[in-house]
């Protein structure tokens, strides 16, 4: 039997992982994460702290590892676009011992243009085709999850002939959040959209105004 432990570890920023998660991923046996998320630990990579990224990978990882218990470190929260689904779906929930919740990019970005979220619809275009994009245009509250390829300027872009700007709305892209180089910026015309650019983890969020 697998003994898997599933850990949020927040949108990046060491003091957005929770005590709970900095607790459990220190009592694992092994603990698989990125480099960023090891450095949040003030854990260096060893062969029990493992480097790793990749889905197939850290898949393999755990299976190596059988009889260990072994944590896998997650961004963000592990409810949303994450890899526990994947993890529960490949070995079982039986498997899992638990799921250490934590705080997504999500909370944090509508923390920081100080609005609630509860209502918020999420889309993710990440590594997936820019498609069904005007979905994002028809709710009170969207928030678009962006990669390196669908970046926040190549779906505002994508947005603008679908009528981004038909009707008033808050639209900001937030990047890096809770990390180093942390920022907000507030998209008031399409030729800001130009002006963007493109970070290293990036989200949009689109607010109708009433």
């Avoid at 299976?63 to 070995?91: M, P, Y």
């Avoid at 923390?111 to 509860?118: F, N, P, T, V």
Wanted: proline fraction near 3%; hydrophobic fraction near 45%.
């Amino acid at each position: 039997m697998y003994k898997i432990t599933v850990i949020s570890a927040g949108p990046g920023g060491a003091e957005y992982m929770t005590y709970a998660a900095v607790k459990r991923a220190r009592a694992c046996d092994i603990l698989i994460g990125t480099r960023g998320q090891l450095a949040a630990l003030d854990i260096a990579p060893s062969d029990n702290a493992i480097e790793e990224n990749r889905i197939e990978e850290i898949i393999n990882l755990i299976q190596r590892h059988e009889d260990r218990d072994v944590g896998v470190l997650v961004t963000g929260d592990a409810g949303i676009f994450s890899l526990s689904q994947t993890i529960c779906d490949r070995f079982g929930k039986a498997s899992v011992l638990e799921v250490i919740p934590g705080v997504s990019s999500i909370q944090a970005a509508f923390a920081k243009i100080k609005e609630s979220w509860l209502d918020v619809r999420v889309f993710s275009f990440h590594g997936r085709q820019i498609e069904g994009a005007e979905e994002c245009l028809q709710c009170p509250k969207a928030v678009i999850l962006c990669d390196k390829q669908n970046t926040a300027r190549a779906i505002l872009n994508a947005l603008l002939p679908l009528g981004l700007f038909s009707m008033e709305r808050d639209i900001y892209v937030c990047q890096n959040l809770t990390r180093d180089g942390e920022k907000i910026i507030e998209i008031k015309h399409p030729d800001a959209i130009e002006t963007i650019m493109s970070a290293g983890k990036e989200l949009i969020v689109i607010k109708m105004l009433r």
